[in-house]
């Protein structure tokens, strides 16, 4: 009897290895044409354009709103949509001439009224938008006729149209007339898709909208899937039940290559991974108050060693913080070398013989790559001595509190997108002066000269500014210096041409599928 | 009446508790206020804010405060989506029901044959078969059973939706999953069960006087053994609850299980809160409708 | 001085009794085997687990394709020897077990006593409290607790163990009810001995045995269990290995690289079977059927 339980043993692992025999093989298909779903890790949290910030409902506002300007995906460049022209009046002053004819899609002519109200109501303060401090410049909009519109700032602002590029427009007449409330739930806009059905925490799904005023785009539905986990949505994306996922690790990219079902579409974009280290003490003292130290990190993180073989090349290489796409870019100043000898008479100089021990702190994003490579760098460090003691937040919303408290640290792993914006000033003023709660570090002349650029309409000028700021970046090690990021999308095969932006949006409006 | 009257004690003990715990860890993650509001709020705007909520007052006014609010339904809104923690939590509740009794059912209708079989004829291949499953299916973590069935049954014979949720077909691999999960453990509970009462005096009584086997599980054994399968039941909700958390996050399932452990993720404690009370409300209530279906059975209670 | 014969009669007698309880001994030698791993770990595995090569990332083990002997089971995903890491994971993995399993059994045994001799009052709180805690699943709470009192390995025991307690408390509990009524118990009182003292030299004695029983079930569950946690980020944290950790780390990588999930899981699983087996084992050992077989058996022989 008891040797009977000995065989059933033997035959359930037998089972179990047959189990596993049979899920590490391969094979699939595909589906059917009009619709295309798309996967999105997050809940999205509101249909109100203005009440997130969150970056796959950018991507939904894209689709169902215009913005006054548009980025094409492809030069990167900045150009009309809702706004056909404009020129700077003064250094304080913008005119914007719109678009005439254009629609919402609830039938409300779009109009100059319109423009007043969407910024008016992001500026209030009581609206409590999570969007007002990066309009915030802007201090009052004039209607000049009904497609005439004038903005005026307080200060100069070079960046206006960068910031317009991601601001999307909503009908004054149907906001005021059935309130927050309801518009949150039921979002009307100019854009190519109209609002069809959203199941909270599961799904959304738009259609296209026929009265495009550029014509309607050639897929008739869109259908936003929420699916948390990254293997679920690799799952699905083998198995035909989404088209379009973000964020693959790369570790997974060869799976998908390989799978015959689908691809990975591969995309340089403007957001930079960087690791803040608290220059400025406002965690307490901590070795990196001394800049022999930070330069030593810079010295002993493998950085190539990381993108080679962790993101498989999936990130470009970079100096400073400095995004290869933000304006202002100097592609002169080159990076710190490997070089952990350096790093450990770094140390010595600075009076640490023996190392010291370090906690670092990072959220659990959806960076592609990420632990791999904290784990990657742990070891280096400790080859020159330095304990680095992994701190992982369950998510971002706590590591932000601890940020803004001062708390984060000394070590905290940041990316950032610059909000979309392709300026340098989007990460040397938020990153780099005291007011700023990102701040660790900063300095007299770099907030002189951050303060400079900004206020400057001249691009030269700007430039060489920016030029100084980043040598001055680069000698003082504020960070440990690391890379821009390569999106990788896993996209099925019946897609056959999607535009990703530098700005990590797809254009879902502007896809050619397969014959 | 009795047992009404303790149900809803230890209602209210656990969420208490609960409330408390919540109310520590929202304070413990560091000023409220400053979670609440966008990031950049000027300090005016942030004192104003911490007055019109109510924080400035002292630490026991306030968790009174918050008591008296869970009580009648409130526990403010998500700390990240502008609406109610109730209305988040309700919206999914469905979802998990759904999951949880279909797994529940799939267990049962396993263990229950399996576990009376195996009491009748101990020893025997049947039972040796049961018990090695059941030792080895607690050996098996969920996760990795589910994945496991994802990747053969979805993507290699490609039978079943991956994920989602609202045809029966989502919903097989799911439960099935929760359900072959469960049943180890109930199936050796129902087997020990099932021995004791087949070790009493009555069922000795009954085979000596010479009925035959069958005559002695259907009439004697079985409607006895009914009383502990039911309490089985009440017991493994709270289990299957836990299981949910891995099942519904693998399979995008959009249950409540999944809500509270984002909610504990972003640290979003007013959620965290109306998730745990209302499941500790749904287990509570299943109990008490399980000793409510005991006391009618069971002759010994019904004749009181 | 006792003759050969009588030495050998008893050597004869207890490999009958280890040959009755064969797949108990089995799972015992399973335990030890893996103990074995856990304390000379340093000294058996083959190279450091908190070492990695990136460049040697993601080796399949030694039969597949791309593997080769030096990493006989492969390497994760930051290039440290998988092996090295699943034998110094027995180590996390026990201490875990054993640890929580620990404070579960000492806060559980001690209430069940309280509950179970001294009754009434006692017997209502205490009762209540098992009624309570083992209705709703507080590893919720306890979840919500870790994520921000922060995922250390001290905090994790201490939860684990405190969520473990109710299961020994009952038992204990219906054991003493037991046992309280029984003549010599009776007679203890009737002569005087205060009830402490007739917990402990009498009625806990007897309990021993369903003590380890339940205690060496807790353990594989609560192996489990950590599993459980380190798939939702909760549990033990990286370099440091764990079989639980290394499962939960590997989700991603189970389309792509099998082995990561599949031996951590196949360690959880023969060392939960072993604990298992071993358990019922000693269950059956005192179960007095048993004992009296092995009595007689002693007393033909002797």
């Not at chain 1, 254009?102 to 969407?118: E, I, L, M």
């Not at chain 1, 002993?300 to 796409?325: E, F, Q």
């Amino acid at each position: 009897m008891r040797k009977r339980r000995f065989h059933l043993f033997l035959l359930f692992t037998i089972v179990y290895g047959f189990m596993i025999f049979v899920a590490s093989s391969n094979v699939l298909g595909a589906e059917s044409q009009g619709k295309i779903v798309i996967a999105t890790a997050y809940d999205l949290p509101t249909m109100d354009p203005h009440m997130h910030s969150v970056r796959p409902m950018f991507v939904v506002g894209l689709h169902i709103w215009d913005n006054l300007v548009y980025r094409d995906p492809v030069t990167r460049k900045i150009g009309p949509c809702l706004a056909t022209s404009w020129k700077i009046v003064d250094d304080l002053t913008w005119e914007f001439k719109l678009r005439k004819d254009v629609k919402f899609q609830n039938g409300d002519p779009f109009t100059a009224k319109d423009v007043k109200f969407n910024f008016e109501r992001v500026l209030n303060p009581d609206q409590k938008s999570p969007q007002r401090p990066k309009h915030i410049s802007i201090k009052s909009v004039e209607v000049i006729d009904d497609y005439t519109v004038r903005l005026r700032t307080e200060k100069p602002y070079p960046v206006m149209l960068e910031r317009l590029a991601n601001f999307q427009m909503i009908s004054e007449k149907y906001t005021k007339e059935k309130g927050d409330a309801y518009v949150a739930l039921n979002p009307v806009g100019t854009g190519p898709y109209k609002f069809v059905s959203w199941k909270k925490g599961q799904e959304l799904v738009v259609e296209a909208n026929e009265n495009y005023w550029k014509g309607a785009p050639p897929i008739k539905t869109l259908v936003w899937r929420t699916i948390p986990e990254t293997t679920t949505q690799i799952a699905e994306l083998l198995a035909g039940g989404v088209d379009f996922i973000e964020s693959v690790p790369p570790d997974q990219i060869d799976l998908i290559n390989n799978s015959g079902v689908a691809r990975i579409v591969e995309v340089r974009v403007l957001p930079v991974a960087f690791i803040k280290l608290d220059g400025a003490g406002r965690g307490g003292p901590n070795p990196f108050q001394d800049k022999k130290v930070r330069q030593a990190i810079n010295y002993a993180a493998n950085i190539d060693g990381y993108i080679k073989y962790i993101m498989k090349g999936r990130a470009v290489r970079i100096a400073t913080w400095a995004s290869p796409y933000a304006f202002g870019y100097d592609s002169s100043i080159k990076p710190y070398p490997y070089d952990p000898e350096k790093a450990k008479k770094l140390l010595v100089e600075a009076g640490y013989p023996n190392g010291f021990e370090v906690r670092h702190v990072n959220s659990h994003q959806r960076i592609p790559g990420q632990r791999q490579f904290i784990e990657a760098l742990q070891q280096d460090l400790a080859k020159v001595g330095i304990l680095m003691k992994i701190q992982e937040f369950t998510d971002e919303g706590p590591l932000f509190t601890q940020i803004r408290e001062g708390k984060a640290g000394p070590m905290y792993q940041m990316s950032w997108g610059y909000s979309g914006t392709h300026d340098l000033d989007a990460i040397f003023y938020e990153h780099c002066t005291p007011q700023s709660f990102w701040a660790y570090w900063w300095s007299d002349e770099t907030t002189k000269l951050i303060e400079q650029a900004r206020a400057s309409m001249d691009p030269e000028f700007r430039k060489k500014i920016y030029s100084k700021l980043q040598q001055i970046i680069k000698d003082e090690a504020p960070v440990l210096f690391m890379w821009q990021y390569v999106m990788t999308y896993g996209v099925a095969n019946r897609i056959a041409e999607i535009k990703i932006g530098s700005d990590e949006i797809p254009r879902f409006f502007d896809v050619k599928m397969k014959k | 009446m009795v047992r009404i009257g303790q149900r809803l004690i230890q209602v209210g003990i656990i969420c208490i508790g609960i409330s408390f715990v919540s109310f520590v860890l929202l304070h413990l993650t560091g000023d409220p206020v400053t979670v609440m509001l966008p990031l950049d709020a000027p300090e005016q705007e942030i004192a104003q804010f911490r007055h019109k909520m109510g924080f400035d007052r002292p630490i026991v006014v306030q968790f009174l405060a918050y008591l008296k609010n869970a009580v009648r339904g409130d526990f403010g809104n998500s700390l990240f989506l502008e609406r109610p923690a109730v209305s988040l939590v309700l919206e999914r509740f469905p979802a998990s029901l759904i999951l949880i009794s279909t797994g529940l059912s799939i267990a049962l209708i396993i263990a229950i044959p399996l576990g009376i079989l195996s009491a009748f004829k101990s020893h025997s291949f049947i039972d040796n078969f049961s018990t090695s499953f059941a030792v080895m299916g607690q050996a098996m973590p969920l996760f990795w059973f589910a994945i496991m069935m994802m990747i053969i049954f979805c993507i290699q014979l490609r039978w079943l939706p991956v994920s989602g949720y609202g045809t029966w077909k989502h919903l097989i691999l799911p439960s099935f999953c929760m359900g072959i999960w469960q049943s180890p453990p109930t199936m050796r509970l129902i087997r020990s069960g099932m021995l004791d009462i087949l070790s009493q005096d009555y069922i000795r009584t009954a085979r000596a006087k010479g009925l035959s086997e069958g005559k002695v599980v259907v009439k004697h054994a079985f409607k006895n053994a009914l009383i502990p399968v039911v309490n089985l039941v009440g017991l493994q909700f709270g289990f299957l609850v836990g299981g949910a958390v891995v099942t519904e996050t693998v399979f995008s399932w959009p249950g409540v299980a999944s809500l509270l452990l984002n909610a504990i993720r972003t640290y979003d404690f007013p959620v965290v809160q109306a998730a745990l009370f209302l499941l500790a409300l749904l287990i509570i209530s299943v109990n008490l409708i399980v000793d409510v279906i005991v006391a009618l059975i069971d002759p010994r209670i019904r004749d009181r | 001085m006792e003759s050969l014969g009588r030495i050998r009669a008893r050597l004869y007698r207890a490999l009958k009794v280890l040959w009755k309880l064969r797949m108990g001994v089995f799972g015992a030698m399973i335990v030890c085997f893996v103990c074995v791993l856990a304390i000379f770990a340093p000294c058996i595995a083959p190279y450091n687990p908190y070492e990695g090569d990136i460049t040697k990332r993601l080796m399949p083990p030694f039969w597949a394709e791309k593997g080769s002997t030096v990493h006989l089971l492969g390497t994760d995903h930051i290039g440290r020897d998988l092996l090295s890491r699943i034998i110094f994971g027995s180590r996390v993995s026990l201490v875990v077990g054993f640890v929580s399993v620990l404070i579960a059994t000492a806060i559980g045994v001690l209430l069940g006593l309280i509950a179970g001799y001294y009754g009434k009052i006692w017997d209502w709180i205490i009762s209540s409290m098992v009624n309570i805690m083992i209705t709703f699943p507080f590893v919720l709470l306890a979840l919500a607790v870790i994520a921000v009192v922060g995922p250390n390995f001290r905090n994790m025991l201490l939860v684990l163990g405190l969520t473990a307690w109710p299961v020994f408390t009952r038992v204990v509990r219906s054991e003493v009810l037991k046992w309280k009524e029984i003549d010599f118990v009776q007679a203890a009182r009737a002569m005087g001995m205060k009830g402490n003292r007739i917990i402990f030299s009498e009625i806990f004695p007897n309990l021993l045995s369903s003590v380890i029983v339940l205690s060496s079930l807790e353990v594989a569950r609560m192996i489990i269990v950590e599993a459980f946690l380190s798939f939702l980020g909760l549990g033990v944290q990286p370099p440091t290995p764990s079989w639980g950790g290394m499962l939960g780390e590997s989700r991603v990588y189970m389309l792509t690289n099998w082995w990561l999930a599949t031996f951590p899981g196949i360690a959880i699983f023969i060392t939960t079977l072993g604990i298992n087996l071993m358990g019922d084992g000693i269950r059956d050992f005192f179960d007095p059927h048993l004992r009296y077989q092995f009595l007689s058996s002693s007393v033909e022989t002797g």
